[in-house]
Structure formats: structure tokens, C-alpha cells
Antibody, heavy 126, light 112 residues
Framework: EVQLVETGGDLIQPGGSLRVSCAASGFSVSSNYMSWVRQAPGKGLEWVSV???????YYADSVKGRFTISRDNSKNTLYLQMNSLRADDTAVYYC????????????????????WGKGTTVTVSS | QPVLTQSSSASASPGSSVKLTCTLS???????IAWHQQQPGKAPRYLMTLESSGSYNKGSGVPDRFSGSSSGADRYLTISNLQSEDAADYYC??????????FGGGTKLTVL
């Protein structure tokens, strides 16, 4: 069974650092794109970061320069290192697996999140 | 970059049908979107991808009551024979090679 389990969420003071983890089972994180999506209390979903199977990484402007996505292939685990945390980083952090699809013509491709973890809560407050 | 617009709320009675809308911004009407369901206190769940042609592909285990359709820049999620467990927030999203994933604001569906 394909599954994602996030851990590591905590209450952290503004300006602090935290690393959250996402353990995958049923598939290999190294062979797939992997992503982080967050949801602030009472708000919608916001894409945070992605790591490609070739190791390239990309970030939303709101976290660029502060967050780092990485993976440990031997542990089949995805990470998000969060530094210089702010109150507006308070959210449930979900890891998700983007997979590639092709449209019905076969010419156009796209990526969509087909598996989601249950999330881990990060609260930034003094 | 694409922007997705969703109505903030919708409601319908058990056993009836409801059609939720996700509208793509100008210049992006041919984009493919995905629909996700988030029941109260739970993680999002992938429902389907939906093309501008109206062709859709559902995720594993998604009931037949869920279907998709399209018209121009609008992408629809129709839920037939509404059940109490369909009460949830529904999000659409789209991918772009420059901006990656963009989510709509979500629609809160109440089953009266």
C-alpha cells in the first residue's frame, strides 16, 4: 500500500528552526517527484516545495531562502528543513506525491498530487 | 501564472446533486486541473484530473457518484446522490512548468 506519514511538527519560537519528515512506503521517493503543501489554520492549501527525481528543487516565493527540501533514499524519507520561522508559517504541513499524466491527445503532460500524507502541525509562536 | 477561482460555499440536500465550479484565469483556459476532497479534520484526498475537453480520470476508490466536466475556462465537479460523508472542502489545483502548483481557494460543501 502506498502511504506517506509525516512527523516532527512542534511549537517553535519565531526565528527558530525545525525539520519535519515524511516516511514513504509502497514506492521509492528517489524515483518520484515529492512535494510539501501546507494549510494555515482555517485557510486553503498552499504549495511549498518540490524535489524532482533528478534532485532539482523548487520553492514557493514565500519560503525561498528559508526552507530546504531534501530526501534520504536509504530511509525512503522526505524532509523539509525550515529556518527563520515566522508566525505566518504556522500550518499543517502535508507531504504529497506528484505524478505525471498525459492528456487524451497524448501531447500534453502535467503533474498532479495523487497521494497525500495525514500532515504534521507546525506552530510558530512565542 | 494561472489563477483558480472557486465559490466559497455550496449546499445541497442528501440524495440530490451538486455541481462545483473551478474557473481558470484568462489565458489559461486549456489547463488541466485536479480535484481534491478534504473532509473535516482530515488530509486532502485526490479525486480526479480533468481536461478542457471534459475528459477526466478518477483516483482509485473514488465512487461513481463523482464526475467531471468542462466548459471553456470552467471545470466542474458533479456529485450525484449526495451522502452525508460528501460534506467537505473541495479544492482544485493546476500545474504549470514555471509556477508549479496553484490551488483554488476551496469550496465548502454542506449537505443539509
Amino acid at each position: 500500500e502506498v502511504q506517506l506519514v509525516e512527523t516532527g511538527g512542534d511549537l517553535i519560537q519565531p526565528g527558530g528552526s525545525l525539520r519535519v519528515s515524511c516516511a514513504a512506503s509502497g514506492f521509492s521517493v528517489s524515483s518520484n517527484y515529492m512535494s510539501w503543501v501546507r494549510q494555515a489554520p482555517g485557510k486553503g492549501l498552499e504549495w511549498v516545495s518540490v524535489i524532482y527525481s533528478d534532485g532539482r528543487t523548487y520553492y514557493a516565493d514565500s519560503v525561498k531562502g528559508r526552507f530546504t527540501i531534501s530526501r534520504d533514499n536509504s530511509k525512503n524519507t522526505l524532509y523539509l528543513q525550515m529556518n527563520s520561522l515566522r508566525a505566518d508559517d504556522t500550518a499543517v504541513y502535508y507531504c504529497a506525491r506528484p505524478v505525471r499524466g498525459n492528456d487524451s491527445s497524448g501531447y500534453r503532460y502535467y503533474y498532479y498530487m495523487d497521494v497525500w500524507g495525514k500532515g504534521t502541525t507546525v506552530t510558530v509562536s512565542s | 501564472q494561472p489563477v483558480l477561482t472557486q465559490s466559497s460555499s455550496a449546499s445541497a440536500s442528501p440524495g440530490s446533486s451538486v455541481k462545483l465550479t473551478c474557473t481558470l484565469s484568462s489565458g489559461h483556459s486549456d489547463y488541466i486541473i485536479a480535484w481534491h476532497q478534504q473532509q473535516p479534520g482530515k488530509a486532502p484526498r485526490y479525486l480526479m484530473t480533468l481536461e478542457s475537453s471534459g475528459s477526466y480520470n478518477k483516483g482509485s476508490g473514488v465512487p461513481d457518484r463523482f464526475s467531471g466536466s468542462s466548459s471553456g475556462a470552467d471545470r466542474y465537479l458533479t456529485i450525484s446522490n449526495l451522502q452525508s460523508e460528501d460534506a467537505a472542502d473541495y479544492y482544485c489545483d493546476t500545474w504549470d512548468s514555471n509556477t508549479y502548483w496553484v490551488f483554488g481557494g476551496g469550496t465548502k460543501l454542506t449537505v443539509l
